[in-house]
């Protein structure tokens, strides 16, 4: 893919960017970024970065930078070097911090009232029916309440961050390893967990009903269709549509990407899931009991705790132990409402964008959209409001051969070797957030091979617990279906789009993360065994292979091939 097409002002050139440190983000985007993608959600994740690392004065950095190199995104972290600098800023993010601590609910509720208002606003007009005009306003609405909504997420994240390695430190420093504090932050209510719970019991009524054979007959994709004949099915299907209302949002594969489908466009991936619980009920697993389990362990751990700790330390814990629960509910949260909802919102608007170019012959297919760039299509959108018979026949030439010829360059991007890190590489990493959330390590800094293939690899100990069992690797969300109960997880990354499959799998092991991802907080949410940021995983593992996972230390063994 040529990166310059996509965006010459981002695209990351290795003889002139080598005073920054480049990695690759495969945690948030592990296949080929679209250029759409890369003209709004990656320019909004960059912009978002470096707003909250001045408003909340963050001391080590001014944010990362994104940019676009062989077709996938990479980070650019720049520290800054003035003690002098560092010391200011951590006096009034000190500062910053502690009022968090102190009213994270008035802080966080009043910023995600602020999302929820602005995508609100975009739901409740149809731009189907706009004018031309009217249609380039929306679009341009679309895209500002998205870049203000990443604003937002590190707005949020810095603190949040911060107050978990805070909890942290204070767990170290009486004796108690953040295995044990993350014990005592598991099992609250968020509105993934919600989700999971919500197609658990689409589950469970669809059981009680006797549409299960139904449904485990009729291939995913063509479920709705066969449900619709069903007059018993009628009841099922209005809570199946209900639930979609407030969870449809989710998008089957990278979240920082508007070129996949959400829920309510491609329904089977949830009729993939509801089918799959089906045997998990056969084998006698409860959604609520398993809940119950992570709530009655997060509360036996706080108590030893406490019985541990010396009597004047107690009010500090209390203080600290209540918003670390909190600010670790708003790891998954947050991503329900601005990952998920932001993106989903966006990438509504530019389907209908779409569609409308693809209605004057523009475009083939509507979802082509994803093909041009924000600039690109803004530009082609205002001249059909300016002369709509006029800009048809001045862009029939000029968008169809592009869009060809970026599809064909997106196909080959997998066949480039784009390199884990780039630039000025450090030789260690200070950052506890690039470590907590990226998993980037020293041994990562200095890769000794991601494509490697080991019998036995090492990675964060995420998750507690040994499972065996056979492993069934997952690079897209197109083979979620594949996954069964009991099965090893093995995939880049997981995302709030992969929460259900925690609901069936014996363990998980990641190449990305640390023990902030996704990964790491769904597993101890969902009790299995979990190992993140081994790097090479889905380079080592095939499907079948039976594997051993120690989630206590952090290793994964492949005991037999298949």
Known sequence: MSDTSISALRTLRPDHDKNIFWFRDDLHQPFPVSPMGMTTIQKHHAWGYHVAAEQTNLPPSKGAYVKIYKGRVYLGFALIDDPAEVASRAEKFGVFVEHCIDHWDEFYGGYIAEVSAGLATLAAVDPDR??????????ERSEEINRR???????LMYPADTIYLRFEDYCQKHGFDEQRMVSMLSGFDSMPARTDEELWALAKAARQQKLDRVLLDTPASEARAVLSTMPEARDWLARFDRFLVVYGNRIGAAHLDVIFPTWREDQAPVFDTIRSYFRRMDEGWDHAEQRKVVNRMREEAIA??????PADTLDEFRRLLAVSQKVYAYQEDHGF?????????????LLSCGRRLQRVRLLERADDVFFLTYAELHEILSDLARDEKVAVYHHEALVPPLVLERKEQRSKVPELDAPLTLGNVPKTMTDPI???????????LHPKGEKDVRLKLEGFAASPGVVEGPARVVMHFEDFATVQSGDILVCPYTGTAWT???????????????????????AREYGIPAVVGTWNATASVRNGDTVRIDGAAGTVEILNRV
Request: proline share 1%; net charge negative.
């Open 130 to 139: 706009l004018a031309n005009s009217d249609m380039v306003r929306y679009l």
């Open 149 to 155: 909504n990443w604003e937002i997420h590190f707005i």
């Open 304 to 309: 030893a705790v406490k019985h541990e700790l």
């Open 337 to 349: 409402y601005i990952d998920q909802g932001s993106t989903a919102a966006l990438h509504v608007t």
């Open 434 to 444: 690039a470590i907590k959330v990226f998993g980037i390590i020293d041994e990562i």
């Open 500 to 522: 259900p499959l925690f609901l069936k799998i014996g363990g998980v092991v990641t190449d990305t993360g640390g023990m902030l991802t996704h990964a790491a907080i769904a």
